[in-house]
């Protein structure tokens, strides 16, 4: 039951539910997880994709290397800086979401919890860190894993539903610069991944009870607590709906200084396009998309007008943040911190 004189939730009983590879209620042995064959052969994919992009194209690496040098250092810096509030935002929307299914925690251990989600998610394939974010809440705030992990699986959904809406605006605005047909192939593409999400939404909803009659009693109990909290957290979605856009206002912000600080003239619809079609791609099981994410934004920046070199070097440097920034500030976050055991 919900305790309501604290931040924290006590299971029936006092027995936390399992983890899996948790046995022991202990921590999860994630240097294992990380350093095995199936994570090396992720890495070694995502190098290959991006070898082949440079070969394919004809990239004069040195061009890319000698502009990437060139980089405006206090307008770097303040992409840094831009990009960090991203996870105080985060973790308010996470704490709205937590609280439409009667759990709270504060802000400041949400976000910490969420950037070291993104970092095991950045060392690791098939985002592990999501689980990894769900463990660390039912292991420091004693908070029921299923229920959690579907507040993180609906901020998904949410996050995804953001990300369309920023790229059908930016492919509006970029009507007059963009080809006819790459705005039609990406509104396809992206159209077909909004219609799968919302399938499966809709499976869940009106087939997943029906469906899960075949299956034994505890898996029952644990699909209905992860549907319900992930469909409990589509409440007060105003208020939600402003963080997400808040949270992706940063990160948009983020690839805009980025591409000032590379002297980089991108309009700005440019920038919503480049930006939401490239983190779609977050959602290839890649360590952190590695791989298909500097493929796509570097793709992306050719529709505008930019030659593979110039497009390479910022595809480049904004992953310097947003995906080696997460390594710099997660390692140490994980290593240190005592929710992290």
């Known amino acids: 039951m919900i305790d309501p004189d604290t931040t924290t939730l006590t299971p029936v009983g006092g027995v936390l539910p399992a983890v899996p590879g948790d046995k022991d209620g202990g921590s999860v042995n994630l240097k294992r997880r990380f350093f095995n064959l199936r994570t090396l052969i ?77 970092f095991v998610n950045c060392v690791a394939p098939l985002k592990l860190g999501d689980a990894y974010r769900g463990y660390l809440m039912r292991k420091n705030e004693r908070m029921p894993l299923t229920s959690t992990l579907g507040t993180i699986f609906a901020e998904r959904i949410i996050d995804s539903g953001a990300l369309f809406v920023i790229l059908m605006l930016g492919l509006a605005l970029s009507a007059h610069i963009m080809a006819p047909g790459h705005a039609r192939a990406i509104i396809y593409v992206a159209g077909l991944f909004m219609a799968a999400l919302l399938v499966i939404l809709a499976l869940m909803h009106w087939q997943g009870p029906r469906v899960m009659r075949l299956f034994p009693a505890r898996f029952q109990d644990l699909y209905h607590r992860f549907a319900g909290g992930a469909f409990a957290s589509f409440q007060h979605l105003p208020f939600v709906a402003l963080l997400t856009f808040l949270a992706w206002g940063c990160e948009i912000g983020r690839l805009y200084l980025v591409t000032r600080a590379l002297g980089v003239a991108l309009p700005f619809p440019g920038v919503l396009v480049v930006l939401s079609g490239g983190s779609l791609l977050l959602t290839v099981p890649t ?46 976050t994980y290593l240190f911190s005592k929710r992290a055991k």
């Open 42 to 118: 992720s890495f070694l994919i995502a190098a290959l994709t991006i070898f082949t992009l440079v070969k394919a194209w004809g990239v004069d690496f040195q061009q890319t290397l000698s502009q990437m040098s060139k980089v405006n250092l206090p307008l770097y810096a303040c992409a840094f800086a831009v990009y960090a509030l991203t996870f105080p935002v985060r973790g308010k929307r996470w704490q709205r979401l937590l609280n439409n299914v009667g759990l709270d925690a504060p802000v400041p251990i949400l976000a910490q919890t969420i950037l070291l989600s993104w």
């Open 287 to 332: 360590p952190g998309g590695i791989g298909a994410v500097e493929v796509g934004l570097a793709g992306l920046l050719t529709l505008f007008g930019f030659d593979h070199s110039t497009a390479l070097a910022v595809a480049l440097m904004d992953r310097v943040i947003s995906y080696w920034g997460l390594i710099a500030a997660g390692l140490p």
